[in-house]
C-alpha cells in the first residue's frame, strides 16, 4: 500500500506540531521563579583576609591578617602536637602557636608579638620580625632545624613577628 503525497504532507505536519507543541510545554514548565535575585548573591572575590581572625584573636591573642592558603594556625598549643613534617611551630611569649602548610610556598601575614624561635619540618621559611626603633628583621630559618629569634636571636630585641613564608 503506497502513501500518498497527501498523506505524508498532513502526517509530516501532525508530527511538527506535535514535535512544536511539547517543546513548547516542556520549556514553559522548567522555568521558575529564580530563587533568589541576582542582586542579592554576595559575589565571589578572594581578598586573602584570613578567616576567623577576629576570634583568633580573642582566643589566642595573635592576630592573623592575610595569607594565600597555604598556612594556617592549628589548635596545638604544645611543640610536642607539633611536629607533623609540614608544621612550623613558634614560640612566643604568649605561647606556642603551631601552623600548617599544604605547599612549596606560601605566606601569611600576622602580628606575633614576643617572638623568640621558630621550629621547622620539611619547609624552609623566610620570617620577618619588627622591633620598635629597629628596621625589619628577615630572618631565613633553614628545614629541619630551630632558629631563634627576636630577644633569642642576634639583635636581642623583643620583636613581633609580622610575615611567614614558606620557600621551598
Same mark, same amino acid.
Given at each position: 500500500m503506497a502513501i500518498t503525497p497527501a498523506r505524508k504532507t498532513l502526517l509530516g505536519g501532525l508530527t511538527a506540531a506535535l514535535v512544536l507543541g511539547l517543546g513548547a510545554t516542556a520549556l514553559a514548565?522548567? $522555568?521558575? +521563579? #529564580? +530563587? &533568589?535575585?541576582a542582586a542579592d548573591v554576595p559575589g565571589l572575590v578572594e581578598?586573602?583576609?584570613? #578567616?576567623? +581572625? +577576629?576570634?583568633?584573636? $580573642?582566643?589566642?591573642? &595573635?592576630?592573623?591578617?592575610?595569607?594565600?592558603?597555604?598556612?594556617?594556625?592549628t589548635d596545638a598549643t604544645a611543640l610536642n602536637e607539633c611536629s607533623d613534617v609540614s608544621s612550623i611551630a613558634i614560640e612566643s611569649r604568649k605561647g606556642v602557636f603551631c601552623f600548617k602548610t599544604n605547599a612549596k610556598s606560601g605566606y601569611l601575614t600576622l602580628e606575633l608579638p614576643d617572638t623568640f624561635s621558630i621550629w621547622t619540618q620539611d619547609h624552609p621559611v623566610k620570617a620577618t620580625l619588627t622591633a620598635e626603633g629597629e628596621p625589619d628583621a628577615v630572618v631565613n630559618a633553614p628545614a629541619n632545624d630551630l632558629t631563634p629569634v627576636g630577644e633569642a636571636g642576634d639583635t636581642g630585641v623583643r620583636s613581633v613577628l609580622v610575615e611567614i613564608r614558606v620557600t621551598g
Amino acid at each position: 500500500m503506497a502513501i500518498t503525497p497527501a498523506r505524508k504532507t498532513l502526517l509530516g505536519g501532525l508530527t511538527a506540531a506535535l514535535v512544536l507543541g511539547l517543546g513548547a510545554t516542556a520549556l514553559a514548565l522548567s $522555568q521558575s +521563579a #529564580p +530563587a &533568589v535575585a541576582a542582586a542579592d548573591v554576595p559575589g565571589l572575590v578572594e581578598d586573602f583576609n584570613y #578567616p576567623g +581572625a +577576629a576570634k583568633v584573636l $580573642q582566643d589566642r591573642g &595573635v592576630t592573623l591578617k592575610r595569607g594565600d592558603g597555604h598556612i594556617w594556625l592549628t589548635d596545638a598549643t604544645a611543640l610536642n602536637e607539633c611536629s607533623d613534617v609540614s608544621s612550623i611551630a613558634i614560640e612566643s611569649r604568649k605561647g606556642v602557636f603551631c601552623f600548617k602548610t599544604n605547599a612549596k610556598s606560601g605566606y601569611l601575614t600576622l602580628e606575633l608579638p614576643d617572638t623568640f624561635s621558630i621550629w621547622t619540618q620539611d619547609h624552609p621559611v623566610k620570617a620577618t620580625l619588627t622591633a620598635e626603633g629597629e628596621p625589619d628583621a628577615v630572618v631565613n630559618a633553614p628545614a629541619n632545624d630551630l632558629t631563634p629569634v627576636g630577644e633569642a636571636g642576634d639583635t636581642g630585641v623583643r620583636s613581633v613577628l609580622v610575615e611567614i613564608r614558606v620557600t621551598g
